[in-house]
């Protein structure tokens, strides 16, 4: 595959450590223990690996990457072959001291995450105590160092009602960019699905009230909004299609298509601490099996947006329909899209029924 175009960005789970335990993180279950993540070392070759095949950004992420000692070595390292790094963190553990070592290495952008604006809820979420006071503080230091600052809002059934004031936060903050995002269902969010996917009605409310928030802040600030599949008639294009545009690590080093991948049977991924990037691009068969449209089942095979949507996510058509090579039941020509209206009666919010107690996400002897 000579041809075939380098990927667009890396994203890099430097660790599955994290202080908080969102319900909704789309880690996976049995996450990545330390004593089994790639040394510094390894990150420093990959780097250098993602610079020879033509890689621009490099997405910092995890768990939270700032529990890696040695991240400041990291973006120092990508920064000098000429990736653009970007810092995708919780910020509790941004202190005055790790923000000047970040700027130092050359961070290049930082991206806030929020589980909510008001601290007794967002805490509650986040099982850690204090740290919405510490995100507030990270904000601060983000704008006052002159960097870009996107902040992340989750939203849920649980905090839903709160979305004009995660807008109002992040336009306090500062924010040069806000993205609400709606819990997308892998890992730890799959398995809270019952107590945080919202009905059609709390649904259509946020989107209206994004859609006066865009109105309002045009200009100003840019507003993202990523909706759950439940509730969409096309799918999205999961990752810019799989095998197209990024390459995902995993602590451990195994590379995928993207982070949900290994959930399906019969793959086998590559790890670079085997096999070079450029080799798991080029040639890994599971970086080719869905890449393209050749494995396209009907009616994907004929449909116009075919080389729009890469026939939408197969981690999703296997987790609802059974088949990772079968159609996304999230598109309205899927011959299993009854499937999501009968996932949103059973697991979508009932006014007789309490939501069902949340499952923390933990990772296991830490």
């Known amino acids: 595959m000579s041809t075939l175009?380098?990927?667009?960005?890396?994203?890099?789970?430097?660790?599955?450590?994290?202080?908080?335990?969102?319900?909704?993180?789309?880690?996976?279950?049995?996450?990545v223990a330390p004593r089994a993540e790639l040394s510094t070392a390894d990150w420093l070759r990959v780097i250098d690996e993602a610079a020879e095949i033509g890689i621009l950004q490099l997405h910092l992420t995890g768990g939270e990457p700032m529990a890696r000692p040695d991240l400041a070595q990291i973006v120092?390292?990508?920064?000098?072959?000429?990736?653009?790094?970007?810092?995708?963190?919780?910020?509790?553990?941004?202190?005055?001291?790790?923000?000047?070592?970040?700027?130092?290495?050359?961070?290049?952008?930082?991206?806030?995450?929020?589980?909510?604006?008001?601290?007794?809820?967002?805490?509650?979420?986040?099982?850690?105590?204090?740290?919405?006071?510490?995100?507030?503080?990270?904000?601060?230091?983000?704008?006052?160092?002159?960097?870009?600052?996107?902040?992340?809002?989750?939203?849920?059934?649980?905090?839903?009602?709160?979305?004009?004031a995660m807008i109002a936060l992040g336009e306090a903050l500062g924010s040069d960019r806000i993205e609400i995002a709606h819990t997308q269902y892998y890992g730890w969010a799959l398995k809270n699905r019952a107590a945080l996917l919202p009905g059609r009605a709390q649904l259509d409310e946020a989107t209206a009230q994004v859609a006066a928030a865009r109105e309002r802040l045009l200009g100003r600030i840019v507003i993202d909004?990523?909706?759950?599949?439940?509730?969409?008639?096309?799918?999205?294009?999961?990752?810019?299609?799989?095998?197209?545009?990024?390459?995902?690590?995993?602590?451990?080093?195994?590379?995928l298509p993207c982070h949900a991948a290994q959930t399906i049977p019969g793959l086998a991924f590559a790890s670079v601490r085997d096999t070079s990037l450029v080799d798991i691009w080029r040639s890994d068969p599971a970086f080719a099996r869905f890449r393209?449209?050749?494995?396209?089942p009907e009616p994907c095979r004929g449909c116009d947006q075919r080389e729009l949507d890469w026939g939408?996510?197969?981690?999703?058509?296997?987790?609802?329909?059974?088949?990772?090579?079968?159609?996304?039941?999230?598109?309205?020509?899927?011959?299993?899209?009854?499937?999501?209206?009968?996932?949103?009666a059973a697991d979508g919010p009932c006014a007789d029924v309490p939501a069902p107690p949340l499952v923390p996400r933990r990772l296991a002897g830490v």
């Open 312 to 344: 939408g996510c197969r981690c999703q058509a296997l987790a609802l329909a059974g088949d990772a090579a079968g159609v996304d039941p999230v598109c309205h020509k899927a011959p299993d899209h009854a499937i999501m209206a009968e996932l949103i």
């Open 225 to 255: 909004y990523v909706v759950p599949d439940y509730y969409a008639e096309r799918p999205k294009a999961c990752m810019g299609g799989w095998g197209h545009r990024f390459i995902h690590l995993l602590p451990s080093g195994v590379a």
């Open 76 to 164: 120092a390292h990508a920064a000098a072959r000429g990736l653009y790094t970007n810092l995708i963190t919780s910020g509790v553990l941004l202190s005055d001291a790790a923000m000047a070592e970040l700027l130092a290495a050359g961070i290049d952008h930082i991206q806030l995450s929020f589980q909510g604006a008001a601290e007794d809820a967002a805490d509650r979420m986040g099982g850690y105590k204090g740290g919405h006071a510490r995100k507030l503080e990270a904000a601060r230091r983000i704008r006052e160092a002159g960097l870009t600052l996107t902040t992340n809002f989750v939203i849920h059934r649980q905090n839903i009602a709160d979305l004009p």
């Open 5 to 31: 175009a380098p990927p667009m960005g890396l994203i890099a789970e430097l660790t599955h450590r994290c202080p908080l335990q969102c319900a909704y993180c789309a880690n996976p279950l049995e996450m």
């Open 292 to 296: 393209g449209t050749d494995w396209m």
